[in-house]
């Protein structure tokens, strides 16, 4: 019998709050490694200005599986993912950190093709409750203009994959964000096979040996029980 599974690439990347890629400057990050083994010793790593460096050495404050950053700058933007004591590596979030009053709230990690995506345009100062025109723009090219903060995105595809960014009239424009979508044919997941031998048709078989020798040897007795009088008389 042979049994497969598939694990959730979700759980490959750190999870992060606000669950989004572009934070503003002074803000709280967190970052959570719990969906890694903690027994391996776990801990958040960033790629910030070329330098690998730990969660709880220059910045932040490591907890548990949780690591608390406070008071963001422009230059702790970069890649930041969860490593393990022997090497073991997530896959890397991208965080950008603007001191502008726009960003745009958008995925951290692909998302599945098929699935609705919201895109949010953000004004640190509220903005967006008067504004009467937000612009929202893919690749630097635009894509449409509209009332409200959001742009839904329905039944997304590769296609709708590309940098992101969106402007606020009177307020500004925020950094550019990559959305990237995964096909539900891409080989992302980690199969998981098991193979279980089933012990049913091994105990069967010796099972139906044994009774059969049982009955052979009965039955040559039975032969040589009826033989043994003619056996008696012979010359």
């Not at 009965?218 to 009088?229: F, M, W």
Request: aromatic share 10%; net charge neutral.
């Amino acid at each position: 019998m042979v049994l497969s599974f598939s694990l959730s690439t979700d759980s490959a990347f750190p999870h992060v709050v606000p669950n989004t890629s572009q934070h503003y400057e002074y803000s709280t990050v967190s970052f959570d490694c719990k969906g890694f083994d903690g027994s391996l010793g776990w801990k958040l790593m960033r790629k910030a200005a070329d330098v690998d460096t730990a969660c709880g050495t220059s910045w932040g404050v490591f907890s548990g599986s949780i690591c608390i950053f406070r008071n963001v700058y422009i230059e702790d933007s970069g890649q930041y993912w969860c490593e393990s004591g022997d090497g073991k590596k997530s896959s890397p979030v991208n965080i950008t950190i603007t001191p502008g009053p726009v960003i745009l709230e958008s995925p951290l990690i692909p998302v599945m093709e098929g699935n609705t995506v919201s895109l949010r345009c953000k004004n640190r100062t509220d903005f967006t409750k008067t504004s009467t025109s937000i612009t929202f723009y893919k690749n630097g090219l635009f894509i449409k203009s509209i009332s409200t903060s959001t742009l839904i995105i329905h039944n997304i595809n590769k296609s709708h994959e590309g940098l992101y960014k969106c402007n606020i009239s009177g307020a500004g424009e925020s950094p550019e964000s990559w959305l990237a979508v995964r096909g539900r044919d891409d080989t992302d997941n980690d199969m998981v096979t098991l193979l279980c031998y089933d012990q049913l048709p091994v105990l069967l078989y010796f099972l139906l040996r044994t009774v059969g020798t049982i009955l052979w040897v009965t039955l040559l007795l039975g032969v040589l029980r009826k033989r043994q009088p003619w056996n008696d008389h012979a010359i």
